[in-house]
């Protein structure tokens, strides 16, 4: 996701201070909001990681493994030529797609199909 966290790439850096402006974002699908200096969650008002707060996992797929640079996110899986790329985690405006060639797509949803685990 365009994360607006410190292990964002370089790439995401302006969606992640867009968002830093608006005050408010998703993280792994989960609501958060910019709150003095660092980033929390809505609902409990604790620091997401990066900010010294926990893992949540996936409200997509449930994972709570990390994807972040360069690692393989579990909702899309390994893609040929694709050196990141973040479902979004259920906010469609926050996924995106890093293409050997450096084009950058944004802005698509995941379609789960039947007998997806």
Known sequence: MA????????GDKAMAEEARARGRSTFRGHPIVWIGD?????????PIPGYGGTMRPCI????????????????LGLLPGVTNAC????DRDTSYVVFESGVVLRGFFVAR?????
């Open 3 to 10: 994360l607006p966290y410190e292990r964002a790439t370089s």
């Open 38 to 46: 660092r980033w929390i969650y809505s609902d409990n008002k604790q």
């Open 60 to 75: 997509v797929c449930g994972s709570e493994k990390w994807s972040g640079d360069g690692d393989v996110d579990e909702c």
């Open 87 to 90: 479902c979004g985690h259920g």
């Open 113 to 117: 199909t039947a007998g997806d685990d």
